[in-house]
């Protein structure tokens, strides 16, 4: 048998098994699909919707050639980096995460990276966060919380933003939110209905819409004998619920039921009225908003407004989609999210007073 030299071609050796395949391109799947490059494009881009044999075969033709897009070559041609910014006021609510959550479903379907920045209530630096973060993405969602200075340099970077929770005053806006008064207003029939006559509210007053949900309360019992009496809280948390639950709860005259601006201060409420000898509801009836998970398993479970937090943040990304790829000629406003009463143990009938 010939020796081959190192020139001789040896067409009969077998390939090497880590020689490194030449990665397919988005030519070679329209190519095995039998489109065109433009049609392969906008299936993967989620542009355009073809008929169902025309998505099967460029489906099968990117399984089969192991075809995936480079983000940061697409980033050049297109101008957007695939990413999407989400800002929370406190990524330890339950509220916040379930926000993210529902915004996490339509940005996965339309292939965007989620990039969220927690700014902890306002003790992180919040409009540096904000313009660090916006350099990295093509639009935002962010709470109509946010400082003025903030929202006015939202308003001037030219970043598509939608706002969830409600919009800001006097700005013509896209956000997503539930109609704060009307759900308090819900809330406070409940208590009204159950007998309850004197009222307090634990507000927050570094919300935008904590007045809102004042008012709600105040709405749902005019024209009865009820007193209304307002406190307020440093922060939304079961810290600050703890805090002033004495200073609610023990005065000369008490209310019998309370009202928290969410339900973070309202299980904080609730913990250390049963801490201090107290009975819910026997004793006062305590609730909040959001409908956090938490809540229904405490005992007695807490009675909460459902604010839609996980919808939200689905609706608030579809608008965002849409507004990034300019699809459609959104026109500003504020899209309702419907909210409800979930009633649970920590509310009941008011208790005859005996003298």
């Not at 391109?25 to 490059?37: E, P």
């Not at 966060?129 to 400082?147: C, E, F, K, P, Y």
């Not at 704060?180 to 919300?207: D, K, S, T």
Request: some cysteine.
């Amino acid at each position: 048998m010939k020796t081959p030299s190192p020139e001789d071609p040896i067409s009969s050796a077998p390939a090497d098994p880590h020689a490194r395949r030449r990665a397919a391109t988005i030519r070679d799947v329209a190519q095995a699909a039998g489109v065109s490059t433009a049609t392969v494009s906008k299936f993967l881009n989620g542009g355009q919707r073809f008929t169902r044999e025309v998505e099967e075969r460029v489906a099968q033709a990117v399984r089969e050639l192991g075809y995936s897009s480079n983000p940061m070559a697409r980033g050049m041609i297109t101008g957007r980096t695939g990413n999407i910014g989400i800002v929370v006021l406190d990524v330890r609510n339950p509220h916040f995460t379930s926000l993210i959550r529902g915004a996490s479903r339509p940005a996965a379907e339309a292939g965007l990276n989620l990039l969220f920045a927690d700014i902890a209530e306002g003790l992180a630096p919040e409009l540096p966060t904000l313009q660090a973060l916006s350099r990295r993405v093509d639009g935002l969602i962010v709470s109509a919380r946010l400082s003025d200075a903030s929202l006015d340099w939202l308003t001037a970077c030219g970043v598509p933003v939608v706002f969830y929770g409600g919009p800001p005053s006097a700005r013509a806006c896209f956000s997503v939110g539930i109609d704060n008064r009307a759900a308090a207003a819900m809330l406070g029939r409940h208590l009204r209905e159950l007998g309850h006559r004197h009222v307090g509210y634990v507000g927050f007053g570094g919300a935008r819409w904590s007045g809102d949900r004042w008012l709600g309360l105040c709405q749902a019992f005019e024209g009865s004998t009820a007193r209304l009496s307002r406190h307020d809280v440093q922060a939304a948390t079961a810290d600050e619920g703890e805090r002033v639950a004495s200073e609610v709860l023990l005065r000369d005259d008490p209310p019998d039921a309370v009202v928290a601006y969410n339900d973070l201060i309202a299980l904080g409420l609730l913990g250390q009225a049963q801490a201090l000898g107290l009975s819910v509801p026997a004793d006062v009836s305590i609730a909040g908003f959001d409908n956090i998970v938490y809540g229904g398993y405490m005992r007695p479970g807490l009675t909460t407004v459902d604010t839609g937090s996980e919808l939200t943040g689905e609706v608030a990304m579809r608008q965002l989609i849409e507004r990034v790829r300019g699809e459609t000629a959104l026109q500003p406003g504020h899209e309702v999210i419907a909210a409800r009463v979930v009633a649970r143990g920590s509310t009941a009938a008011r208790r005859p007073v005996v003298r």
